[in-house]
């Protein structure tokens, strides 16, 4: 007994030697190389041509430093601690409305004003021109400053000048920013066959009440079954995330857990409370921007087979950030402290994430479409849904809102007339199936048959292109028509009726069997 004693003790002995070993020569090149990095710059500064800005060649140190860990951990200097509580809270101070540049006009202009935000509530319309704020001129400014002026400390007034392109008129508007904050659930709202639908855009603030509330009406709707869109969700609060996956989860069941270097790094999320609906069929939808909180939100779902997961494979965010660690000068460190780990153990790995019971490709926009919407020089879209907006003051509710043919007609004439142009993917392919087949040497001999293909290729018959993807190009503008008089809960609306992903997820739960056999192979793949 005392032999066996003894090795345990001279092996552990060994061990701790070990490792105090390993840290002594850890701390010792800590020291080591923060010695040199301080000699270094104090040469710098002292010999080098040119006279260093401090701020800007530490700066980039640092951000090469952490660079080098993960894409989470970051450095905010005193000016950017705005930045950094805006990016913590989801709000900010300013007139609530998204603005963009437009091309043709060369100037800012007000794209999407919000619900029940400074701007809607005043009247600013999408399309007016922004000209001046207070004695600022902005004619001549791009909307990264324009933006930084509409914004400020809530409760500060402000004259906003804007031209109205429909009316050709000035106008004046007196305007006192507030804390904006984004809604947690962009809508909700009943689908056919008794099936709820939730679209949770953020679990940053407080969703989980906004999801209880939007639940618990959709129950009294007669909701029987329910889809949850966390499809572009970046995630947020891990005790938010916990406390909506309450509602459909027993008390007292492990949600999530970190684990990190530190031991206070290390927690258990369980759930505290008694659910609402332990039964309800429930169907997760994300995309590859789903990530963080949304991915512990349909992992856990599949985990603890409580839902079905569709759509294509999420993000991968399977770090923890402590988002306040203090830094002399009122600087601040973003620091990523752990990992997660979900009900079965498993992690939330970069460039893997969550992988759907399904997976279910959404439709890709054609290229025209893309250009019309963003890219287009001419501006032509937004330019016809302001012109269409000025002329219609109401509008028919968002679900029943379709252009006429006579509308589209009119929106195709118009693009006609504008002189819009759009890189076509298949002359680029062309292009370069060209340069391979001389590189190789057989396009002498096909050389026929590539200049008729070519001849085809450059009959660029633009009426054509746009009957051929009206569907998609119609809907992008009844889109932007109906969020001008509904928001962003009737612009997803009018989106949601062509919705690929969307359909499979109704037919899972209408279709019998169905739902249970995806529910069966999650919980023999352990996924």
Sequence with gaps: MKKTFIVIMLCVATVMGAWAQESKNHNLEVAKNLDIFNALYKNLDLMYVDTLDANKVVRVGIDAMLQSLDPYTEYYPEEKQKELKQMLTGKYAGIG?????????????IEEPYEGMPSSEVGLKKGDIILQIDDTVMTDKNVSYVSSHLRGEPGTTFMLKILRPTTGKKMDFKITRRSIKMPEITYYGMRSNNIGYISLNTFTGEPSKAMRRAFLDLKKQG????????????????AECVDILNMWIPKGVKIVETKGKMKRAGSEYK?????IDTVMPLVVLVNGETASASEITSGALQDLKRGVVIGTKTYGKGLVQIPNVDLPYNANLKLTTSRYYLPSGRGIKMKEGITPDLVVKPDTMANITLYLDRLDSTEVMFDYVVDYISKHPTLVPAVNFHLTDADYQDFKQRVIKAGFTYDQVSKKQFEELVKTAKFEGYYDDASAEFEALKAKIDHHDLGRDLDAHREEIQQMIEQDIVSAYYFQAGQMQV??????TLREAERILTTEGEYVKLLGHAQKSGK
Aim: proline letters at 2%; charged letters at 30%.
């Design 97 to 109: 409305a998204l603005v963009r540049y437009h091309q043709k006009l060369k100037r800012v202009v």
């Design 223 to 238: 909701a029987e079954k329910l889809v949850l869109d966390l499809r572009g969700n970046g995630g947020g609060s891990l």
């Design 495 to 500: 989106g949601l009726r062509t919705d690929k």
């Design 271 to 275: 759930t505290r409370l008694e659910p």
